[in-house]
């Protein structure tokens, strides 16, 4: 089984994803999964188009140049914690993104030329079927042949392409949805916080925002996730689980139970002491925005926006559904 745990923008998802992270029957792909959805990605290799031979060459330079930088890495890292104990290495070792595992990038890179000529092809269904495969050998990569569930971050964007174009589906089957939202003034704050409104690419995610300021920006950007947030809702009825940021943290024991039940984790068994949550670390996300002179600031300033933004969370809410598990 496939996790897509979707978020957005700074909404805490992956929050949810380091309490999955640890089970024994999960494997968590640490970092946005945006391999398969930025350009040049995996996701324009399963599309027909002209462009293919040309994507498929700067993958493979993608993923050399990550191969390249993971071993750079896994050096730095010895050497920096060459005293460190076994248990402590595997904490730090386990807040590493994918982009720096070797295993991973050396499938991923043996994989594409391993499969050149199909990959080539303007055959879709072949093309699927090859990257199902490659999403099946995943877990590997992160030396859990073991797991039984594959969690992925943000593996697609929320917008118009991704819901029109289904490939994904077939690509991460069988999958379930988890999705996150989050009350606005907090997610406003660490988008300031992580300079992230000062993105502007890629055009799939950000649009032509970039002469917006950033409220408005932000508004825009959420508006289009949030129309599509709601399409998939309805179209994987049944197969999505939607709650805020705000109820994994101040209600987790009720939210574990349902999050527990709807992935499928039926174990006791959890991973060793290295690997936990820590929700008092998360506790402290929750009302950041109001603490913060200049969100506080930009919030009197803007309130219309934020009015915006409220009635969307509040409509979120109303798709929460939490107690269908």
Not at 49 to 57: D, Q
Not at 137 to 159: D, E, L, Q, S, V
Not at 212 to 229: G, Q, S, T
Request: aromatic residues 14%; positive net charge.
């Amino acid at each position: 089984m496939n996790i897509l745990c979707l978020g957005g923008w700074c909404t805490g998802n992956s929050a949810v994803l380091d309490y999955l992270d640890t089970w024994q029957e999960v494997c968590y792909v640490k970092g946005d999964f945006d391999i398969f959805r930025l350009d040049p990605a995996i996701y324009q290799l399963i599309k027909s188009n002209n462009r293919k031979k040309i994507t498929i060459f700067r993958i493979i330079g993608l993923i050399a140049n990550k191969i390249n930088l993971s071993f750079r890495y896994s050096a730095s890292f010895y050497v920096k914690y060459i005293f460190n104990s076994n248990e402590e290495k595997n904490y730090l070792r386990r807040a590493v993104d994918y982009d720096y595992s070797i295993r991973f990038n050396l499938i991923t890179l043996l994989f594409l030329l391993t499969n050149l000529l199909i990959l080539k092809k303007n055959d879709n269904k072949e093309n699927i079927l090859h990257w199902q495969k490659w999403v099946m050998k995943i877990k590997n990569g992160f030396g859990m042949k073991h797991a039984t569930i594959t969690a992925f971050c943000n593996p697609i964007y929320m917008t118009d392409n991704f819901h029109i174009n289904n490939e994904w589906k077939q690509v991460f089957f069988p999958y379930k949805l988890i999705i996150i939202y989050r009350k606005p003034i907090d997610q406003f704050h660490d988008i300031l916080k992580t300079k992230a409104h000062l993105n502007f690419k890629p055009k799939e995610f950000y649009g032509e925002t970039e002469k917006l300021d950033p409220i408005d920006r932000y508004l825009a950007v959420n508006k289009k996730i949030h129309e599509n947030r709601k399409l998939l809702i309805k179209e994987n009825c049944g197969n999505t689980l939607v709650f805020s940021f705000e109820e994994f943290i101040n209600n987790y024991d009720f939210v574990r139970e349902k999050l527990n039940k709807f992935v499928g984790i039926e174990s006791l068994h959890k991973k060793n002491k290295s690997v936990y949550f820590n929700i008092e670390a998360s506790k402290k996300n929750i009302g950041i925005g109001n603490r913060s002179a200049e969100v506080s600031s930009l919030y009197n300033e803007k309130k219309d926006v934020f009015d915006q933004m409220e009635l969307m969370y509040e409509e979120m809410q109303l798709l929460s559904n939490l107690n269908e598990f």
